[in-house]
């Protein structure tokens, strides 16, 4: 069972642009949000994340928003440089129980392609 | 270099065998988890070590089995291999909080299994 969706598998954007990844969640639990970012031959490192408390955060131009009642989170990037070609993996987290000890379900990853 | 550390790079082995996947965590990080990488998947989570400890274990199936030793560091074991196996698998590691602060990946094991 999928519990955090990625439905566009690509996007391709103009060096400059803003690029907007999409990310969709099942499960009301999910408390911590996060992004990672991976090229090829290398793990994914983590990009920024977000508490549900809050409905956006931004780290230069990287910028996250959290839609609670649609179960919904985008990363905004602006501008969009070559350097950002990557995949981009949303990822989820329950708070930390017994059960579930905060692990991280992500989604299947999102391959941008920034042109010049 | 992330920190974390896994090995080997690359392993091509073939169908019923059995091997084994290392892991080195950053240092001062005690939680250690294991994901797999199919083709056109996205991360699906396997198991969860803590200081030794399993803590949360994903949708891992029985012919693969894992541990975390007192030096902290992990092996995956994955025997009777069949052609689904064929993945990346990653190693990854975190303080305690690392869902908040976020989990730090080695470059991971890429299995081909023929």
């Known amino acids: 069972d999928q519990q955090v969706k990625q439905n566009s598998p690509s996007l391709s954007v103009q060096e400059g642009r803003i690029s907007i990844l999409n990310c969709d969640y099942t499960n009301s639990m999910f408390d911590y949000f996060l992004w990672y970012k991976k090229y090829p031959a290398e793990g994914p490192t983590f990009l920024i994340s977000?508490?549900?408390?809050?409905d956006k955060n931004e780290d230069g131009r990287f910028t996250v928003f959290l839609n609670k009642s649609a179960k919904h989170l985008s990363l905004h990037i602006v501008p969009s440089q070559p350097g950002d070609s990557a995949v981009y993996f949303c990822?989820?987290?329950?708070?930390?129980?017994?059960?579930?000890?905060?692990?991280?379900?992500f989604g299947a990853g999102t391959q941008v392609v920034v042109t010049p | 270099d992330s920190g974390v550390t896994q090995t080997p790079k690359h392993l091509i082995t073939a169908t019923g065998q059995r091997v084994t996947l290392r892991c080195s965590p950053r240092s001062g990080d005690l939680s250690v988890y294991w994901y797999q990488q199919s083709l056109d998947q996205g991360l699906q989570f396997l198991i969860q070590y803590y200081n030794g400890e399993e803590r949360a274990k994903g949708n891992i199936l029985e012919r693969f089995s894992a541990q975390q030793f007192p030096d902290l560091h992990s092996e995956l074991n994955l025997s009777s291999l069949e052609l689904g196996d064929s993945a990346l698998y990653f190693c990854?590691?975190?303080?305690?909080?690392?869902?908040?602060?976020?989990?730090?990946f080695g470059s991971g094991t890429r299995l081909t299994v023929v």
């Open positions: 990854a590691s975190s303080p305690r909080q690392g869902r908040i602060y976020g989990y730090t």
């Open positions: 990822a989820a987290s329950e708070p930390m129980t017994t059960d579930s000890w905060g692990k991280l379900q």
């Open positions: 977000i508490s549900s408390i809050k």
